[in-house]
């Protein structure tokens, strides 16, 4: 597989998700030259204790398209309501059509492994959607011709940097958006209704000041960077080519791989 375009699109749950985990990585990637797309699965419908829900849906769709603005990416609508997003044949015909029109080479998705069962589930649909992108029997919606190329997808670290059962997810890599942290917080800030909501139930600038940690946390992990993000290689079988890794041949010196976490790989993976 091979391909020339150099387009990357982050989806994830809702509205802040992709400022809270992928931002810095998106803005290095778009300075780096790449095309960017952005896409929240869900409407943020259940993001508020005083809103009606259509009231709550347009007020996040705004900020979502501003905050995609800040980040320099093409914003695409969400599908559906919050604690909708599950893993069944509908929505992924949705998501895929997508895949197929912006034919990204690097994906930007959520963990897997998760405390949130929408973030999990976006997961799973973003993969089968880029999966399926080249097979001209599956039908989309609306129906979008087969695409090929490599596409490499990568997975964000959970919301908190653990799993539901409370386990630190540790990734492969390790990006520094030291430089680009003011930028990702401005995006983040967008979120106007979420950072009331959450700084009045948690206290002041909590909204901003998790982001902040999270990623202090992350460069505390690599042991190298002041702010990183951390992101997990999806395997390519049915994806790219066996040795494409666009994240780390664009960014260079500002991923850090994590050798242990390489090692581990072949290692059994210990049952549940």
Not at 11 to 32: K, S
Not at 147 to 176: C, F, K, M, Q, W
Request: hydrophobic share 40%; charged share 25%.
């Amino acid at each position: 597989m091979t391909t020339s375009r150099h387009v990357a699109f982050a989806i994830a749950a809702h509205p802040d998700d992709i400022e809270f985990m992928m931002g810095g990585t998106l803005l290095l990637l778009g300075r780096a030259g790449h095309e960017l797309h952005y896409m929240n699965i869900a409407n943020g419908s259940c993001g508020t204790a005083t809103h009606t829900k259509e009231e709550i849906i347009c007020i996040r769709g705004e900020e979502a398209r501003a905050a995609a603005e800040v980040l320099g990416a093409i914003h695409h609508p969400p599908f559906v309501d919050d604690i909708d997003i599950f893993y069944e044949k509908e929505l992924l015909a949705k998501v895929a059509a997508l895949v197929r029109e912006v034919q990204p080479s690097i994906m930007l998705v959520p963990s897997p492994q998760d405390y949130m069962e929408d973030h999990a589930n976006a997961a799973r649909l973003a993969v089968t959607a880029a999966f399926c992108r080249e097979m001209r029997n599956f039908p989309t919606d609306p129906s979008r011709d087969p695409v090929s190329g490599n596409v490499t997808l990568y997975h964000a670290l959970p919301y908190g940097l653990r799993d539901g059962l409370r386990r630190r997810i540790v990734p492969e890599y390790y990006v520094d958006i030291s430089d680009v942290l003011a930028t990702k917080r401005e995006a983040l800030a967008k979120h106007r209704s979420q950072k009331k909501w959450l700084d009045e139930s948690q206290g002041l600038d909590a909204y901003l000041a998790i982001m902040g940690e999270m990623s202090a946390e992350v460069g505390r992990m690599s042991g190298r960077f002041g702010y990183a993000e951390g992101w997990r290689r999806h395997s390519h079988l049915g994806l790219s080519d066996l040795e494409a890794d666009p994240l780390a041949s664009t960014l260079g010196g500002r991923v850090l791989i994590n050798e242990d976490y390489r090692r581990s790989l072949d290692h059994p993976v210990a049952k549940e």
